[in-house]
C-alpha cells in the first residue's frame, strides 16, 4: 500500500519570505499523480497543485511550485512571497493512475501546518 | 463554492445514535469518495462509489455504511455511534476513475460530527 508522509508538523514563515514543506511517498508503482492540498481555519479543502509523475517538469502555479524528484520519492513544496492568507494546514496526497480499486482514492500524509508572522 | 454539497454541516447527537450524511456531487461528476479527519490528523479514506457502485473500501467500520443513489447523490449511515466518531466527515468528486481529468477530486465544506 502507499504511504505520504509529512515529517514537519508545523512550520513558520515570515510575510514575503519563502517556505518549503517536505513530502515523501512510497509506492512501487510508476505512474501515478501527487497533489498538495491547502486546509484554511475554514477546514475546506483546497487543491493548490498537482503534478503527474511522467512529467519532468515541476508544476508551478503562481507563488507554488513544486521539487518533485521521483527516484528520490520527495514531492515539496515552495510557497514564494507568503501572505497572511497562505496560513493554514497543507495535506501532500498520492493517487495511482491505475484503473481500478487501488486507482481511485487519495492517501493523504498528516499535514504541516504553516504560520505566516506579519 | 467548489460544487460539492454536503448536508448537514454540524450534527451533535450523543453515543448510540444513528446518523446520516449527506453529499451531492459536482454537476457531471459521477465518482464519490467519502473521507473522515478526526481532530489535527490528516483525511482517511473511508469508501468510493462511482456511478452507484462501491468502487473501493479503506478503513471503515463496520457500523457505517454508505450508497449512491441514481441521482449521484450519496449518504453515509453512521451508526451505533461512539465518542471517537467525532470528526469532520468530507466528501469529495470526480468526473470518473482515470484520465487525465478524472485524477483530480473535488471536495465539499465537510459535515462536522459531535458525539456526546
Known amino acids: 500500500a502507499q504511504t505520504v508522509t509529512q515529517s514537519q508538523p508545523e512550520m513558520s514563515v515570515q510575510e514575503a519570505e519563502t517556505v518549503t514543506l517536505s513530502c515523501t511517498y512510497d509506492?512501487?508503482?510508476?505512474?501515478?499523480?501527487l497533489f498538495w492540498y491547502k486546509q484554511p481555519p475554514s477546514r475546506q479543502m483546497i487543491l493548490v497543485i498537482r503534478?503527474?509523475?511522467?512529467?519532468?517538469q515541476n508544476a508551478t502555479e503562481n507563488r507554488f511550485s513544486v521539487n518533485f524528484q521521483k527516484a528520490a520519492k520527495s514531492f515539496s513544496l515552495k510557497i514564494s512571497d507568503s501572505q497572511l492568507g497562505d496560513a493554514a494546514m497543507y495535506f501532500c496526497?498520492?493517487?495511482?493512475?491505475?484503473?481500478?480499486?487501488?486507482?481511485?482514492?487519495?492517501?493523504f500524509g498528516g499535514g504541516t501546518r504553516v504560520l505566516v508572522k506579519p | 463554492d467548489s460544487g460539492v454539497t454536503q448536508t448537514p454541516k454540524h450534527l451533535i447527537t450523543a453515543t448510540g445514535q444513528r446518523v446520516t450524511l449527506r453529499c451531492s456531487p459536482r454537476?457531471?461528476?459521477?465518482?464519490v469518495y467519502w473521507y473522515q479527519q478526526s481532530l489535527d490528523q490528516g483525511l482517511q479514506f473511508l469508501i468510493q462509489?462511482?456511478?452507484?457502485?462501491?468502487?473501493a473500501k479503506g478503513n471503515i467500520l463496520e457500523r457505517f455504511s454508505a450508497q449512491q443513489f441514481p441521482d449521484l447523490h450519496s449518504e453515509l449511515n453512521l451508526s451505533s455511534l461512539e465518542l471517537g466518531d467525532s470528526a469532520l466527515y468530507f466528501c469529495?468528486?470526480?468526473?470518473?476513475?482515470?484520465?487525465?481529468?478524472?485524477?483530480?477530486?473535488?471536495f465539499g465544506a465537510g459535515s462536522r460530527l459531535t458525539v456526546l
Open positions: 469529495a468528486s470526480s468526473p470518473g476513475l482515470a484520465g487525465k481529468g478524472a485524477n483530480v477530486l473535488t
Open positions: 454537476s457531471g461528476d459521477l465518482s
Open positions: 509506492t512501487s508503482e510508476s505512474d501515478y499523480y
Open positions: 462509489y462511482y456511478n452507484g457502485e462501491e468502487r
Open positions: 496526497a498520492y493517487r495511482s493512475a491505475k484503473v481500478g480499486a487501488a486507482g481511485n482514492k487519495l492517501t
Open positions: 503534478q503527474e509523475a511522467y512529467k519532468q
